[in-house]
């Protein structure tokens, strides 16, 4: 088994009740407390509410991506092309243990974690000792990004 890190979005529709029920589908052991934020990379559009998932696996992290897909659509998302827009529900994996992934639709890592607070706070909300790999610590990214003017 091993422990992933999923984050989970959303800022169309019940928010709240979409996140839970993907945490659900997901098999999810823990949820992060749910907090709203801005929208990122595409400011004209509703706020998101933003958690983390832990979850223990067996799946490959190739297999876990295709189940957070097929939640997504199950749940109503359609990608319609518009990166950063609004959607009814997002799941992003964030971290497959200690691995590094680099595969053609897949990077674990996930390539822009370090620069997300919205995806760091869960994160450390579920386990303020976790460390990103090839990255640092979640305490230590979090507190570079608070000092970005």
Same mark, same amino acid.
């Given at each position: 088994?091993?422990?992933?890190? /999923? ?9 709240? #009740? ?51 897909? @097929? ?12 990166? $950063? ?10 971290? $497959? ?23 760091? @706070? ?9 460390? /990103? ?5 979640? #305490? ?10």
């Amino acid at each position: 088994m091993t422990r992933a890190y /999923v984050g989970l979005g959303a800022n169309l529709g019940d928010r709240e #009740a979409t996140i839970r029920r993907a945490a659900a589908l997901l098999g999810a052991s823990r949820l992060s407390p749910i907090r709203e934020t801005e929208p990122w990379g595409d400011p004209d559009q509703p706020n998101f509410l933003n958690a983390a998932a832990e979850l223990e696996t067996e799946l490959t992290p190739r297999q876990l991506l295709d189940r957070l897909l @097929e939640i997504e659509r199950l749940l109503g998302r359609v990608r319609d092309g518009r990166r $950063y827009g609004p959607r009814l529900i997002d799941l992003d994996l964030l971290l $497959y243990g200690d691995q590094v992934v680099e595969e053609p639709g897949l990077a674990v890592p996930h390539p822009h974690l370090a620069e997300r607070l919205f995806a760091l @706070e869960p994160l450390f909300d579920l386990d303020p000792g976790l460390s /990103v790999p090839g990255k640092g610590r979640l #305490a230590d990214l979090i507190a570079k990004l608070e000092s970005i003017p």
